[in-house]
């Protein structure tokens, strides 16, 4: 079997960057990334036959941990009927029903194949709906790599550090305007400016692509009086958070209702899918309802709904949000005492099973605190965890995530591992 080296250099021959999503290159934290042969539970087994904890999880679908036996078994069954029809299927009528029952602000769903299909027609109806053009979205945040969206974008975007990518014609990112999250002057002044010209604003609730940053008391609200005020849809990416920081997503935890919300990852179960939802009045007016125009080939695919049914069936686990938000605390309490013990300046933030860690002593709640802080010390952090066999996300601007399947014993050994590693960080 080839090495993670050899695999790379094969890889770096053929495929930009050695990878087909850029973050997985570990451009930012330094080094190769490690090839997976196999994934079960909390862990990941690279083609060396090393064994890593992940918090990273696929970048948030598998909330239930790896190779499930419960959506297995539902993707067993349901290719013994085919991959892919081309006509409606039953699952797609019983996936859009279960979204809606479980975020309430959804009347009507449409199933695409990503979080980027998703947030790029979210704002396209936007602006159908509206006639207006422009969008607003905020530093630090990222939703995918439609045009609109890269701009001041987070994730991988973020540590490429150029504003905009090239490719976005300037035309199209002039329309995109940004704001400081949780700032509430500078939302309320830029409403006031171009309120009348906005026809949507996109966030994430929970910013997970700059780290982990909850809103400020009172923030979501303020979006919402916003929009609200000035007849612009009010868009939650829920990408990363639905279905993760609460049953019925960030939006149930702050009790914030948004016009659309825009899903993906826990939905497919691992499989590729994503949606966008929300008011009936809106969502009726995309085609052939109505005549914004939206289609995908393989959107509603019965194996992808098999799986991402069977995780929703998984996580409607009376309790399974409490406990997963229980481990999590105790993940960042207990790296929370290590660093402190060994005088580091860190902090951590969480969401439910959402989590963030910085090389900082500061608490973060803006992009501009997030980009401040220690990212050297992160990149070793990472790499003494790694070499610890411990896997998080390969840059300091990536949210963590938890499963079910992080019991106590996986949070001790990651804990055991973090002490060696802020100490490898002092030095
Ligand atoms: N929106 C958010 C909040 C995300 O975190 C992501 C991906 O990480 C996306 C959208 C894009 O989703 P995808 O990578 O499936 O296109």
């Keep these: 079997m080839s090495s993670n080296h ?9 495929i930009p960057g050695g990878v087909n999503s850029p973050v997985r290159a570990f451009r ?19 083609v060396e036959g090393k064994r890593y904890i992940d918090y990273v999880g696929s970048w948030g679908p598998m909330i239930a941990g790896h190779n499930h036996p419960h959506v297995r078994a539902a993707v067993e069954r349901a290719i013994q009927n085919g991959l892919s029809f081309g006509t409606p299927c039953p699952a797609e009528v019983t996936m859009a029903e279960t979204i809606t029952r479980l975020i309430p602000s959804i009347d009507v769903v449409r199933m695409v194949n990503s979080g980027t299909e998703a947030t790029m027609s979210a704002i396209r109806l936007a602006r159908g709906h509206t006639g207006r053009a422009r969008i607003v979205k905020f530093e630090g945040c990222y939703h995918g790599h439609a045009d609109a969206f890269l701009v001041k974008a987070g994730s991988g975007a973020l540590t490429l550090g150029t504003p905009t990518s090239p490719g976005v014609p300037a035309a199209l990112a002039d329309l995109t305007l940004t704001l400081p999250f949780n700032d509430f002057e500078a939302a309320t002044a ?28 009172g923030y979501l609200q303020h979006l919402r009086a916003l929009c609200s005020r000035h007849g612009a849809l009010l868009i939650f990416d829920e990408v990363m958070t639905g279905f993760r920081v609460a049953l019925g997503g960030a939006q149930a935890h702050y009790g914030v209702t948004p016009d659309l919300t825009t899903l993906g990852k826990i939905i497919g179960g691992g499989m590729p ?10 969502m009726q007016q995309i085609a052939p309802a109505g005549p914004v125009y939206q289609a995908g080939t393989l959107s509603g695919n019965p194996v992808a709904m098999a799986a991402g049914l069977a995780m929703l069936e998984l996580i409607q686990q009376p309790g399974f949000h409490e406990e997963l938000a229980r481990r999590t605390r105790l993940l960042t309490d207990g790296l929370q005492a290590i660093a402190d013990g060994e005088g580091i300046a860190f902090s951590t933030q969480r969401v439910g099973a959402m989590f963030g860690l910085f090389f900082t002593a500061q608490k973060v709640e803006t992009y501009a605190q997030a980009t401040a802080t220690d990212t050297a010390a992160f990149n070793r952090f990472f790499q003494a965890m790694l070499e610890r066999g411990v896997f998080l996300a390969p840059s300091a601007y990536e949210a963590g995530f938890v499963s079910s399947a992080h019991d106590e014993q996986i949070i001790a050994e990651t804990l055991e591992a973090a002490r060696g590693a802020f100490r490898a960080v002092k030095n």
């Design 6 to 14: 050899a695999l790379f250099q094969r890889a770096l021959e053929r």
């Design 28 to 46: 930012s934290v330094g080094g190769e990334p490690f090839f997976t042969a196999r994934a079960d539970g909390a862990c990941l087994w690279d």
């Design 273 to 282: 899918v994503g949606a966008y939802g929300g008011r009936r009045e809106i």
């Design 190 to 217: 830029l409403f006031d400016a171009f309120g009348v010209e906005i026809a949507g604003l996109i966030v994430e609730p929970v910013p997970g692509n700059m780290n982990c940053i909850p809103p400020r008391e």
